[in-house]
């Protein structure tokens, strides 16, 4: 059987791929390879189903040489460390590489000055769109430039060509052909050189209305912002309004006006009832009017100016709430190359438990905000808790069950270590009815603690340990620890625990994250019981990748329903009618559960990236809050966190010396509450007497483990905008 004939590469935007052939070793010689060039990186892969997990080798253009030996064959290097001999089928094919390879590699030394430029210069000018723009115009005329420098190349090798030919002194109709030739490849020459210069004309006439374009842009975000302003000011004026004409009317009515006080008030509540406000904006008012009119009837409302407003549907009566307008974004991921030698030597003669990891293996979010990640489908246990059904309830809860690991399919970055009493709160009552509270209780071994309560009658709580184990190629993560789930309305108590998380390629390679293990999802109140079981992925299985089954069944072991989906995507449950043995399964002689069930209903799906979400950590649309500044939270508060802060602001040299500042001051601390337990204890105490603030110890009743559960106070302190005794940990 004849091989396949090897296909064009071809390009994709500013990715190229295609097949050549890659030396290998004496014996192996030239062997296929499926190469990718992108970003100014080329990649290379045995196949190409290997791209989404596998990579086999990298190398960086922005300091690499391109050289050609032969007809086929050139070679790349980025000076000695990496080298790659490769062989295209053909010199046309040869020649489409080495013109893909020029340019992404004149494209990547120019970011990779851009990128140090940028490091000293800052400015919302410059993340305009405007600039952008003009950075693109800028771009396209370099590449334009780098093709030009390559005709140029060709151009002449082909002159020089035809020259020696010439030379032969051929006569006749030869020497007519050649002299046409050479003419031509001349005119070429003279007609590449001149597009280049109009174009670098446009980008000087570009730049020079630049400002011109920026001054417009600017004065119209001004001016929406104003008007913005003024509708909400008017808004509120006239909910006041509203309110006191009410009120009023209520206090002056009189025995003889019954009649017109009831239609007045039917009027009025019809009016309280309606969702809409319709407001009429006079462009004539001056502002200065409105918000002095405004600081005499709520001076309170004063702190809300940026914020939309919002009807409770629930409650028609209720005055209107203002939400507030969360980020969608964050500063892009600084390109910064990580040199593994300079880490190594930081570590010399240091101990293991010294070693200040640096911020280039995190991303900028703490332990703490990655727990509170869990609920980004909170209305999976919203639609849970209107259940009546507790198998049906069950589904909705091992659905939320798999659906916390959507979020960690392209996060290989690591979050960063809670310190000992630092909070987290999420509070979301306002728009998803919910609010959450992370606390990290213990440092020996690290655990964290996190509370979530709704109103829409569920609570949430965990506590997790997490242990590692470093196994060569893999990193794999195993959470300790159980999560509770109790509905108000039915009383029911469930609890599950978490799969392993492994972390592929950690010494060479490109990062890939796979979960794999079982969780039994088990309703204490009925007996009923969901068993998952999350695929590993194997090169060889011909399932689909990241698969998770399950079953429902009732305390008798009798299956009600089938579930079935992807970690990543998602899932889906059947209604099972008929089950029945099968034949035997795998080397251990089991028999498998053949069921036949209803068709299959959605029961939930993966929410899609945030636009750009490949330059900010691959944050889901929750991640991109967490971290954002409010006001009122306690003082260990993740968000005060000031090496984290630094990171997400791009700062990474002054992150990783505030991280090493708050290790050392963190250790300090156990240090002394070490001296002052050796002081007051017995033999037998224990050495720290480090107490979690606002979770306490005790042994729960439904596992009998030790475990911190909430004892309150915090959201009442926070009202009171009391923290006195929380410590000073940053």
């Known amino acids: 059987m004849s091989e396949p004939k090897t296909p064009t590469p071809t390009p994709a935007g500013d990715t190229y791929k295609g097949w050549v052939f890659k030396w290998t070793n004496y014996i192996k010689g030239y062997q296929r390879r499926w190469f990718v060039l992108s970003n100014g990186l080329l990649s290379y892969y045995r196949t190409q189903a290997e791209m989404g997990h596998t990579c086999r080798g990298t190398i960086n253009l922005a300091t690499a040489t391109i050289t050609v030996d032969d007809a086929c064959n050139f070679v790349i290097s980025n000076g000695g460390a990496q080298t790659y001999h490769l062989k295209a089928s053909c010199e046309v094919e040869r020649q489409r590489w080495i013109t893909a390879l020029e340019l992404a590699k004149a494209k990547a030394a120019r970011m990779q000055a851009e990128s140090g430029t940028n ?395 796979d979960q794999s293990g079982e969780i039994d999802v088990v309703n204490h109140t009925t007996g009923d019981r969901c068993h998952l079981k999350f695929a590993p992925y194997s090169y060889f299985s011909r399932d689909v990748a990241r698969k998770v089954t399950g079953v429902v069944m009732d305390k008798d072991g009798k299956a009600h329903y089938v579930l079935s989906g992807t970690w990543d995507e998602k899932m889906e449950f059947s209604r099972v009618m008929q089950s029945s043995r099968g034949g035997e399964n795998g080397a251990e002689g089991k028999q498998k559960t053949v069921y036949q069930t209803l068709k299959a209903r959605e029961v939930w799906r993966k929410n899609p990236q945030p636009d750009g979400a490949e330059s900010m950590y691959f944050f889901t649309s929750l991640a991109l809050t967490l971290n954002e500044s409010e006001d009122g939270v306690a003082p260990t508060d993740s968000r005060r966190r000031p090496d984290q802060r630094l990171m997400e602001e791009g700062r990474w040299d002054e992150a990783n010396a505030e991280k090493q500042r708050l290790e050392e001051k963190q250790r300090s601390a156990r240090r002394e509450r070490e001296r002052e337990a050796a002081s007051q204890r017995s033999a037998t105490a224990p050495h720290d007497n480090y107490q979690a603030l606002w979770f306490e110890r005790c042994e729960d009743r439904i596992t009998g483990e030790q475990v911190h559960i909430y004892k309150g106070g915090y959201w009442e302190n926070k009202e009171r905008g009391s923290w006195d005794g929380c410590p000073d940990i940053f």
């Open 119 to 513: 490091a000293h210069q800052g400015g919302p000018a410059q993340n305009s769109e405007v600039q952008s723009a003009l950075r693109t115009l800028g771009s396209k005329v370099e590449d334009l430039s780098t093709c030009n420098d390559l005709i140029s190349k060709h151009g002449s090798a082909l002159q020089r060509s035809l020259s020696e030919l010439d030379s032969l002194r051929l006569t006749g109709e030869a020497g007519d052909k050649i002299r046409q030739v050479t003419e031509r490849a001349t005119l070429f020459r003279i007609t590449s050189n001149a597009m280049i210069n109009a174009c670098r004309d446009f980008l000087a006439l570009a730049q020079a209305h630049s400002k011109r374009w920026q001054k417009a842009l600017q004065a119209e975000r001004d001016q929406r912002v104003r008007l913005e302003d003024t509708l909400e000011q008017l808004a509120k004026q006239h909910n006041h309004l509203e309110r006191a004409f009410r009120g009023a009317a209520q206090a002056n009515a009189s025995p003889d006006s019954k009649g017109e006080a009831q239609k007045e008030r039917e009027f009025h509540s019809s009016s309280a009832a309606s969702t809409e406000l319709i407001l009429i904006l006079s462009p004539r008012r001056s502002s200065s009017n409105v918000s002095g009119f405004n600081s005499e009837m709520c001076p309170d409302d004063q702190s809300l100016n940026e914020e939309p407003l919002a009807m409770n549907q629930e409650s028609p009566s209720q005055e209107l709430l203002p939400l507030r307008k969360r980020r969608t974004r964050i500063p892009d991921k600084p390109n910064y190359s990580l040199n593994l030698w300079s880490i190594m030597k930081n570590c010399i003669g240091k101990e293991l438990s010294k070693i200040p990891m640096p911020v280039n293996f995190n991303e900028p979010i703490s332990m703490l905000q990655r727990l509170s990640e869990d609920l980004e489908y909170h209305e999976l246990l919203d639609k849970a808790a209107k259940c009546h059904s507790s198998l049906e309830q069950m589904c909705y809860v091992a659905a939320f069950s798999v659906s916390s690991y959507s979020t960690t399919v392209h996060r290989t970055g690591k979050p960063f270590n809670p310190l000992l009493g630092e909070t987290y709160e999420l509070d979301r009552r306002r728009e998803s009815g919910y609010r959450s509270l992370c606390e990290q209780v213990s440092h020996h071994p690290p655990a964290a603690a996190h509370h979530a309560i709704s109103d829409r009658g569920w609570t949430l709580r965990q506590e997790i340990t997490v242990a590692s184990k470093f196994r060569g190629k893999y990193l794999s993560i195993m959470p300790l620890g159980t999560i509770h789930a109790i509905f108000e309305k039915s009383n029911n108590h469930y609890t599950w625990k978490k799969v392993t998380t492994t972390v592929h390629n950690i010494i060479v390679g490109k990062l890939w994250i």
